[in-house]
């Protein structure tokens, strides 16, 4: 199953609203991740099940979708939002990821 | 506190093998199947191999597969990826992560470790 993440760069302001769009060349019903990786760190669970915010998680991130067509929005961008986030399905073996958005600051 | 501790990277030569290790705490290790993820270097993540808690389940990537066993030791807490006819391709970042209580349930990786370079050049 392959994932295809748009945008992959991502140009925002502190504030603003931000929604990044995965899609499945599948189906894959709600079962996506949605995870947030820092330089040089790794990558943190922020939403599974396409909805469901991980524990801890600030509530400014929700996701939202089904079948083939996800979204991750960030509410209100905060300084420490800026990172590359990247969705996974675990719908089937390969466990395969979306190429990746990169957050920046604009 | 759930812990995954990688180690055994570093330089080979193409051809060459390497052995990483995932050392598990802060939960029960043989009740959770787990999975190695890897980033190459300016690049994005890419699912590499998965097992079962009791290790009698695995899959692979079929960029890895043939080349790359998965294991797991459940008395020591520990997980283990060989790599064998290592290519300047799978040089990356290896990560561990910890999956759910079943290998083909639709569990995310909740806990990553910190990573381990690996780095196959002549």
């Known amino acids: 199953i392959q994932l295809t993440q748009s945008p992959s760069f991502l140009s925002a302001s502190v504030g603003d609203r931000v929604t990044i769009t995965c899609r499945a060349s599948?189906?894959?019903?709600?079962?996506l991740a949605w995870y947030q990786q820092k330089p040089g760190k790794a990558p943190k669970l922020l939403i599974y099940?396409?909805?469901t915010l991980q524990s801890g998680v600030p509530s400014r991130f929700s996701g939202s979708g089904s079948g083939t067509e996800f979204t991750l929005t960030i509410s209100s961008l905060q300084p420490e939002d800026f990172a590359t986030y990247y969705c996974q399905q675990l719908n089937s073996y390969p466990r395969s990821f979306g190429q990746g958005t990169k957050l920046e600051i604009k | 506190e759930v812990q995954l501790v990688e180690s055994g990277g570093g330089l080979v030569q193409p051809g060459g093998s390497l052995r990483l290790s995932c050392a598990a705490s802060g939960f029960t290790f043989s009740s959770y199947a787990m999975s190695w993820v890897r980033q190459a270097p300016g690049k994005g993540l890419e699912w590499v191999s998965a097992?079962?808690?009791?290790?009698?389940?695995?899959y692979y990537a079929d960029s890895v597969k043939g080349r790359f066993t998965i294991s797991r030791d459940n008395s020591k807490n520990t997980l283990y990826l060989q790599m064998n006819s290592l290519r300047a391709e799978d040089t990356a970042v290896y990560y561990c992560?910890?999956?759910?209580?079943?290998?083909?349930?639709?569990?995310?990786?909740?806990?990553w470790g910190q990573g381990t370079l690996v780095t196959v050049s002549s």
């Open positions: 599948q189906g894959i019903s709600s079962y």
């Open positions: 099940a396409a909805s």
């Open positions: 097992i079962s808690g009791s290790g009698g389940s695995t």
């Open positions: 992560a910890q999956q759910g209580p079943i290998l083909t349930g639709y569990y995310p990786f909740g806990y």
